[in-house]
């Protein structure tokens, strides 16, 4: 049972345009959740993250929405630079654990 | 600040053989959890510490098992190794025990022959 989804296992931009990278999930008791970027063969790195309580989180290049209602939410990164190519997950806790649920991942390539 | 520190960075085991990994958290974080990725299932949850107590587990065989010590490093045993358990075996450090960021090491990669 998938309960965080990336839906687009990925995804091309030109550099300088915006990146949109999604995630749905299924558990309405989820109340945070993060973006990581992942490199092969190392640790996912933290970007930015969202409280249930919030709908948009800014971070300089990185902006997270998150729609309750439809259980969405997305990653914003403008401009978006040959640098940010990497698997992006969303990943998603509940209550008072640091268990995260991830999300399949998207690979971003931005193209100079 | 130093990050989430690892070891051994590779590991090369044969099967039926067992495994220690090792995590060092971030100064001041006391909450630790470990993920194994596989290209196949993605990055699952193994198990959550927290001033030494397991608060939560993934779905993993009882082969799989961890402890955390008084100055928050965290360890993990695999015993009786399978083939399938070869991953990426990742650490993450936290300062809270809820809604909060989780800062990952740079994992230990575990081939298994």
Known sequence: ?112 | KAGVTQTPRYLIKTRGQQVTLSCSPISGHRSVSWYQQTPGQGLQFLFEYFSETQRNKGNFPGRFSGRQFSNSRSEMNVSTLELGDSALYLCASSYRTQNTEAFFGQGTRLTVV
């Open chain 1, 1 to 112: 049972d998938q309960q965080v989804k990336q839906n687009s296992p990925s995804l091309s931009v030109q550099e300088g345009r915006i990146s949109i990278l999604n995630c749905d999930y299924t558990n309405s008791m989820f109340d945070y959740f993060l973006w990581y970027k992942k490199y092969p063969a190392e640790g996912p790195t933290f970007l930015i993250s969202i409280s249930s309580i919030k709908d948009k989180n800014e971070d300089g290049r990185f902006t997270v929405f998150l729609n309750k209602s439809a259980k969405h939410l997305s990653l914003h990164i403008v401009p978006s630079q040959p640098g940010d190519s990497a698997v992006y997950f969303c990943a998603a806790s509940r209550g008072a654990t640091n268990k995260l649920i991830f999300g399949t991942g998207t690979l971003l390539a931005v193209q100079p």
